[in-house]
């Protein structure tokens, strides 16, 4: 039976604090879902009806242009242990970028040493939680570190190239605001 919140309780932020991974979901009226899985300790709760997290980068930069052109964004945890449980979060997204005033003040409240392309904020309106039972049990989750590694390797110049070769637009033509 799922149970509806209007904002993230305590209890589920602690949840949310003890999970190894977690998935965004995006769309707009028109085009393909954004359904991307995320990690690296990079998701935050920042008040009951604020959370967020790293972007880091990646191939492209779907999430920021569905926001930009739709904004609706969930983000779902899962519980990979005996203690079975999914949480999802549901709002508007935001995103805030390295030259938005806000950005250092964000930022601070994140792992530091890492190249991030983005904040990505959710104003939440509602959660939900529901059973999980069908979520297989994991032993052993660990960080991955390849990303970090290719950050590195290629330097801030490289990626913010990069970034406005691979990460201006969707895969469905919608603009990211990447230089917004």
């Known amino acids: ?27 707009c009226s028109k085009g393909r879902i954004n359904l991307s899985p995320k990690g690296n300790d990079s998701f935050r709760v920042l ?35 005996r203690n079975a449980l999914i949480y999802r979060l549901y ?9 938005h005033d806000e950005y250092d003040e964000l930022r601070a409240k994140f792992p530091s040493g890492i190249l991030a392309r983005q904040i990505i ?6 959660t939900q939680t529901s059973c999980g039972y069908a979520v297989p049990i994991a032993e052993e989750m660990r960080d991955r570190d390849t990303l970090k590694k290719w950050i590195e390797t290629k330097g ?9 070769q691979n990460n201006m637009v969707s895969i469905d033509g919608f603009e990211t605001g990447l230089n917004d």
């Not at 801030?156 to 406005?164: G, P, S, V, W």
Request: glycine share 8%; charged share 25%; proline share 3%.
């Open 47 to 81: 008040s009951p009806n604020l959370c967020g997290y790293l972007d880091l980068g990646g191939s492209g930069n779907e999430t920021a242009a569905h926001i930009k052109n739709d904004g609706r964004l969930t983000i779902m945890f899962n519980s990979f242990s």
């Open 121 to 126: 904020l959710l104003e939440v309106e509602s």
């Open 91 to 99: 709002g508007k997204g935001r995103v805030v970028r390295p030259h």
């Open 156 to 164: 801030e110049e490289k990626i913010l190239e990069y970034q406005q």
């Open 1 to 27: 039976m799922a149970d509806f919140f209007d904002h993230i309780t305590e209890k589920h932020a602690e949840f949310i604090a003890e999970q190894p991974m977690f998935f965004t979901a995006t769309a």
